[in-house]
């Protein structure tokens, strides 16, 4: 008899163990199994990638997959065709993407993250220090082609612009900066900020549009960023987080994260998240 109640409790010791057991597999399972994916914008990817590692390390159970080197274009298509949970977009939703979200029956939310500067750049001996943001579209359309035209010195004025790995600053330039005119047929192409910069350095008279975390500063900066002027009768404003962030530096870009209306807690949440923090510098290390 004793040995048959030893039996019975050595049988519900083992049950127990292999309950507590399995259920201890089914809870971590299930703190790995929320999966978010975000596509777009490459020129978001340091900011959302940095953001979506915090966000893990505070909720371990969702994973967040930020990918690299992609367009606006590809991720709001992703989006649309539910092959993403997140777009990263670094202007607003087009009418024609609007119309295939329509047509899919999806209704899509916009999320302000913040934004951007596009600094205007020029070489170190260059004597202009500062130009009015009417000044800025008439040298980026081709209508000033001498600095003298501007009280500057007597060279002529080389325009660099970015190529297809940065289209989403191409648009932006064109679009919202120039008012829908392109950049002047004269200008040379680069493919990438780093080439534009080089070539900035070493061409005087040269001027250039890039991204605001591009240019070296300090006193080893190779190039020397131009202060703007929203008109003749505004002072002159250099860009920085705060100028960007309260408007009075003329030339910001907006970032955008669209998600599905629809879009399941974890998504909004991690969207939150995401808005709460804003722009500012991708790197977090001192939130860690």
Not at 202 to 207: A, D, K, Q, R
Not at 245 to 250: A, I
Request: hydrophobic fraction near 40%.
């Amino acid at each position: 008899m004793k040995n048959l109640l030893s039996l019975k409790k050595l049988l519900t010791i083992v049950l127990i163990a292999a309950a507590v057991s399995i259920g201890g597999g089914l809870t971590l399972a299930a703190q790995t199994e929320v999966s978010i994916k975000v596509k777009g914008a490459d020129s978001m990817w340091g900011r959302i990638h940095s953001l979506a590692v915090l966000y893990m390390k505070y909720h371990p159970q969702v994973d967040i997959t930020v990918s690299p080197g992609s367009l606006v274009d590809e991720g709001m298509s992703a989006l649309i065709a539910g092959e993403t949970d997140v777009a990263m977009a670094s202007r607003k939703i087009t009418a024609q993407e609007s119309e295939a979200a329509r047509l899919k029956g999806l209704r899509l939310d916009e999320h302000l993250v913040g934004y951007g500067g596009i600094v205007i750049v020029t070489d170190l001996q260059n004597p202009t220090d500062e130009l009015s943001v009417e000044q800025v579209r008439k040298i980026f359309t081709g209508q000033i082609v001498n600095w003298k035209e501007i009280n500057g010195k007597d060279q002529a004025v080389t325009v660099f612009k970015s190529g297809e790995k940065h289209p989403g600053t191409l648009v932006f330039v064109e679009n919202d900066m120039l008012g829908g005119v392109p950049i002047t047929g004269s200008a040379i192409t680069l493919p990438d900020f780093p080439a534009i910069l080089d070539k900035v350095a070493e061409t005087p008279g040269s001027i250039a549009c890039v991204r605001m975390r591009d240019p070296f500063p300090g006193p080893k900066a190779r190039t020397k960023s131009l202060r703007i002027r929203k008109d003749e009768n505004s002072p002159p404003v250099v860009a920085s987080s705060k100028t960007i962030s309260d408007g009075t530096y003329p030339f910001r870009r907006p970032y955008y994260l669209y998600t599905a209306a629809g879009a399941n807690g974890d998504v909004r949440s991690f969207v939150a998240f995401a808005v709460s923090r804003g722009w500012g510098t991708p790197y977090l290390i001192h939130e860690w």
